[in-house]
Antibody, heavy 122, light 110 residues
Framework: QVQLQQSGPGLVKPSQPLSLTCVISGDSVSSIRAAWNWIRQSPSRGLEWLGRTYYRSKWYNDYAVSVKGRITINPDTSKNQFSLQLNSMTPEDTAIYYC????????????WGQGTLVTVSS | QSVLTQPPSVSEAPRQRVTISCSGSSSNIGNNAVNWYQQFPGKAPKVVIYHDDVLPSGVSDRFSGSKSDTSASLAISGLQSEDEADYYCATWDDRLNGWVFGGGTKLTVL
C-alpha cells in the first residue's frame, strides 16, 4: 500500500519561498510507472496542478504555466521523497497543497498525501 | 476560470440517478482520457472513474463514466446520502502540457 506523508510550514511570509516535502512509502520515487506531482486547492482557483517529476532513464520535470519560473520539484532518491519549492509567495498562493502519485500506465492520481494548508501572510 | 467546465451544483433524491457533465476542448478531453475524483470536506480527492469509464477496485458499481468528443459525464445511480460530496473531472491538456481540472460539482442528496 502506497502512502505519502507531507511535511512543511503552514505559514509563509509574502515574497518568501515555500518548501514542502512528500515522503513515499510502498513505492519508489524512481519507479518507471509513476510520476510524482504537486497539486493545490483554494476556493478561488479550485484544484490546480502545479507540476511533477518522474524518472525514465533520466529525471524529467513538467511545470504548470501559471507557476513556471517560480517552481522547482526535486526528487531525493536517498530518502525516497520529493519536494516542492515555490518562490516569491503572495497571498494568492494561499491554498491546501497536496502531493500525489500519478500512475502513468493508468494515467490517474491514485494516491494522495494528507494535504498541507499553507497561508501566506505577514 | 477552470479549463474544464462543470456545473457548480447538482441535487437529486435518494435512489435516483444523477449525471455530472464536464466540458473541454480538442486539446484536453478530445484527445485524452478523463478521470473523476470524489472529495469529502477536509479530505484529499479519491479517484472514482479513470480512463473515461473504468471503475477502480473498491469503488461502487453505482458509479459510471462516459465520454463523447470534448465532453465527459459521471453518472451515479441509486443515490445514497454517502455520495454527497464534491466531484471533479481531470485530464491532460496537450496545449498546456499539464493536467487540468474542472471547477468541481457539489452533489446534494435531497
Amino acid at each position: 500500500q502506497v502512502q505519502l506523508q507531507q511535511s512543511g510550514p503552514g505559514l509563509v511570509k509574502p515574497s518568501q519561498p515555500l518548501s514542502l516535502t512528500c515522503v513515499i512509502s510502498g513505492d519508489s520515487v524512481s519507479s518507471i510507472r509513476a510520476a510524482w506531482n504537486w497539486i493545490r486547492q483554494s476556493p478561488s482557483r479550485g484544484l490546480e496542478w502545479l507540476g511533477r517529476t518522474y524518472y525514465r532513464s533520466k529525471w524529467y520535470n513538467d511545470y504548470a504555466v501559471s507557476v513556471k519560473g517560480r517552481i522547482t520539484i526535486n526528487p531525493d532518491t536517498s530518502k525516497n521523497q520529493f519536494s516542492l519549492q515555490l518562490n516569491s509567495m503572495t497571498p494568492e498562493d494561499t491554498a491546501i497543497y497536496y502531493c500525489a502519485r500519478e500512475d502513468t500506465e493508468v494515467e490517474d492520481f491514485d494516491y494522495w498525501g494528507q494535504g498541507t494548508l499553507v497561508t501566506v501572510s505577514s | 476560470q477552470s479549463v474544464l467546465t462543470q456545473p457548480p451544483s447538482v441535487s437529486e433524491a435518494p435512489r435516483q440517478r444523477v449525471t455530472i457533465s464536464c466540458s473541454g476542448s480538442s486539446s484536453n478531453i478530445g484527445n485524452n482520457a478523463v478521470n473523476w475524483y470524489q472529495q469529502f470536506p477536509g479530505k484529499a480527492p479519491k479517484v472514482v472513474i479513470y480512463h473515461d469509464d473504468v471503475l477502480p477496485s473498491g469503488v461502487s458499481d453505482r458509479f459510471s463514466g462516459s465520454k463523447s468528443d470534448t465532453s465527459a459525464s459521471l453518472a451515479i445511480s441509486g443515490l445514497q446520502s454517502e455520495d454527497e460530496a464534491d466531484y471533479y473531472c481531470a485530464t491532460w491538456d496537450d496545449r498546456l502540457n499539464g493536467w487540468v481540472f474542472g471547477g468541481g460539482t457539489k452533489l446534494t442528496v435531497l
